[in-house]
């Protein structure tokens, strides 16, 4: 046998012979597509969070979050609107192909058809390119749905009355009174309630809490009604009416 010749290697079947290396892959083959998941992504994307973190700390301490009164569930009046970033979904049941009796295509339908676009997104695009202009499928998800929330919100902004939402949530002076006072309980069973508020603190009507005006005059309001409310409201005996109004008038001494 000549050196070197002849010589044969015998593996041991129960082993594979293609193991997949445990060595990470060089990262230099894939230029500008893919990096080391640690240090260098996450690192990325804690510089990007903290820079989104300090500016919205900055943001809440330059423009606090309004307070408003407190919530009542017999003030028919009140309506409710959702924080800024629900604004589009909330403009979007203002149409009239997504509200009304096609309320489940503006609640369920489109929201649903949009952000399952999203999610799919990822498996529609399956390729190594980081580049958005070379990801052209979920690179036009992203920016129609951008577009779309971003124009819904400054549509629900623009058309919003503002001055009436302030008006409805303002804190208003609460009167103390006794809820088993005769007058209060003429005041809650005329369903004077609805509109002014289980505290007289106002809602669609006025606050009777602090009224500057006599017993005389509140009973013929109630009778003969005033600015936007109109006459007819009291149907109740004109004893009880005197009761009332004197409750109300003393509510405000």
């Not at 015998?10 to 445990?22: C, E, F, I, L, P």
């Not at 819904?152 to 002076?173: F, M, P």
Request: aromatic share 12%; with cysteine; proline share 7%.
């Amino acid at each position: 046998m000549h050196r070197g010749k002849g010589m044969k290697f015998v593996g041991d079947s129960r082993v594979s012979v293609n193991r997949a290396s445990k060595i990470p892959k060089d990262y230099s083959e894939y230029p500008g597509k893919t990096e080391a998941f640690w240090p260098n992504f996450l690192l990325k994307e804690w510089l990007v969070g903290s820079v989104f973190l300090v500016g919205y700390l900055i943001l809440t301490v330059a423009h606090p979050s309004p307070l408003e009164r407190q919530a009542d569930p017999t003030d028919t009046g009140y309506i409710p609107l959702p924080d800024w970033y629900f604004l589009f979904l909330y403009q979007l049941l203002k149409y009239e192909f997504a509200s009304g009796p096609f309320n489940v295509i503006g609640a369920i339908v489109i929201p649903g058809l949009a952000f399952g676009a999203l999610m799919l997104a990822p498996f529609m695009d399956k390729g190594p390119e980081r580049r958005p202009f070379k990801r052209p499928l979920p690179t036009g998800f992203m920016l129609l749905a951008l577009a779309a929330m971003i124009f819904l919100t400054w549509e629900s902004v623009a058309n919003h009355d503002w001055e009436a939402a302030k008006a409805q949530g303002e804190i208003r002076e609460e009167a103390q009174f006794d809820t088993e006072a005769e007058g209060y309980k003429i005041y809650s069973e005329a369903s004077c309630i609805g509109c002014h508020g289980n505290a007289f603190e106002g809602g669609l009507g006025p606050s009777l809490a602090t009224t500057d005006k006599t017993a005389e005059e509140i009973a013929d309001i109630a009778k003969n009604g005033v600015g936007t409310m109109p006459a007819g409201q009291w149907d109740g005996t004109d004893g009880d009416l005197e009761k009332l109004a004197t409750f109300i008038d003393e509510l405000s001494k």
